[in-house]
C-alpha cells in the first residue's frame, strides 16, 4: 500500500532520496522549528524530527512533526522505546497520522542516564524491532498488538535504523534483516566516514538480498571543527572516522570548508554503492550548510508528487 508519503513516493520512482534532521527546540517556541524547517524547504524529501535526543527533554517530536506539515514541508518523526509503553505508541501513531504525519521512524533511544533526567525510569516495554513490527501489523493487518481492529485504515511508511559500523560487524546485517523481516520499509545509517567498511557491509546487504526489499538512506554529518571530529571520534558510540579523514581537517587552513568538502565527497561516492537509495544528512547545529551541500552534490532540484 502507498502510505501517500512524499519519501516513498520519491524513492519508489528511483530517485536517489535525500532527508535531514532537526532537533526541536528546549521551548514551546513553535517559530523556531518552523524557521529552521524553512531553510531546508526544497532541499530535502523529508525531514526528520529527533525525539529528545540524547534522553535531554525537548519538543515534542509529534507536535514540531505537525507544525512542519501545516507549512508544507513532509516530517518523518522519531518515536523511541525508551519514553512510551505500547498504550501510548500505539496512540501517538494513531494521533500523528490524524494530523498529516506519514513516515515514522523507530528508534530504542538513549538511555536516560545520558541525558539531562538521569533519574528518570526508562520503559523500553518494546524494543526497536517489535516497535517495526507493532506498525506494520497496525498498517497491514489493521490490528492492535493486543490483537483488537482498529477502526479505519492507517498509512505509514515505516523506518528503522542501522549502524554498519558498530561491533561485531559480522552482526549488523543480520540485525538489520530482522528489521527488514518486521517491516521496515527504509533505513537510515550511522553517519558514513569509513567507506571500505561501509561498503563491506553493503557487500553483506546484497549478498541477503535487502537492498531489494528495503530502502537504504547513508547517513552523513559535515564536520564543522576537528574539535568535532575528534569528540565524534572519542566519544560517539558506533561512529569511526579514518585517520585519513581527520589528518584532512587537521591540515585544513578553513576547516569547516574541508569538512564540507569531504561531505560532498562523500556522498557522491555513495551515489555510486549499488542498494545506497538515498542520504540522511545530519548537520547538527548546522542546519544552515544542507543547502549547500545538496547543491553541490548534484541532487537538486528534488523531484515533487
Not at 171 to 196: H, S
Not at 272 to 296: D, L, N, Q, T, Y
Request: glycine share 8%; charged share 25%.
Amino acid at each position: 500500500m502507498i502510505s501517500g508519503s512524499n519519501l516513498e513516493k520519491v524513492l519508489r520512482s528511483g530517485h536517489f532520496a535525500v532527508t535531514t534532521e532537526l532537533g526541536p527546540p528546549k521551548s514551546a517556541e513553535a517559530h523556531k522549528i518552523r524557521c529552521q524547517a524553512e531553510m531546508l524547504r526544497d532541499v530535502a524529501d523529508a525531514i526528520n524530527i529527533t525525539d529528545n535526543q540524547t534522553a535531554r527533554v525537548r519538543a515534542s517530536s509529534i507536535a514540531c512533526g505537525s507544525i512542519l506539515v501545516q507549512i508544507g514541508i513532509e516530517p518523518v518523526i522519531q518515536i523511541t522505546c525508551r519514553d512510551r509503553n505500547r498504550i501510548a505508541i500505539q496512540s501517538d501513531v494513531l494521533g500523528a497520522s490524524a494530523l498529516g504525519i506519514k513516515n515514522v521512524l523507530c528508534l530504542s533511544g538513549d538511555h536516560q542516564c545520558f541525558g539531562n533526567e538521569p533519574g528518570a525510569k526508562n520503559v523500553y516495554d518494546l524494543d526497536s524491532i517489535q516497535l517495526i513490527n507493532a506498525l506494520k501489523n497496525m498498517r497491514d493487518e489493521e490490528k492492535f498488538i493486543g490483537g483488537e481492529k482498529l477502526e479505519a485504515p492507517l498509512e505509514l511508511f515505516i523506518g528503522g535504523v542501522a549502524n554498519p559500523f558498530a561491533d561485531p560487524f559480522a552482526y549488523r546485517v543480520v540485525r538489520l534483516e530482522k528489521k527488514v523481516r518486521a517491516g521496515a520499509d527504509f533505513i537510515q545509517t550511522q553517519c558514513v566516514y569509513d567507506l571500505d567498511r561501509f561498503k563491506r557491509w553493503m557487500d553483506s546487504v546484497r549478498e541477503r538480498g535487502l537492498h531489494e526489499r528495503v530502502y537504504i538512506l547513508a547517513g552523513v554529518i559535515p564536520i564543522k571543527s576537528l574539535g568535532a571530529a575528534y569528540y565524534m571520534r572519542d566519544n560517539v558510540s558506533g561512529i569511526t572516522i579514518p585517520e585519513t579523514v581527520i589528518e584532512r581537517i587537521k591540515g585544513a587552513k578553513d576547516k569547516k570548508a574541508e569538512g564540507i568538502k569531504i561531505c560532498v565527497e562523500t556522498i557522491e561516492e555513495l551515489k555510486e554503492i549499488e542498494g545506497v537509495h538515498g542520504v540522511h544528512i545530519m548537520a547538527v547545529s548546522w542546519e544552515e550548510i544542507v543547502p549547500e551541500i545538496v547543491e553541490r552534490a548534484g541532487l537538486l532540484p528534488r523531484p515533487k508528487f
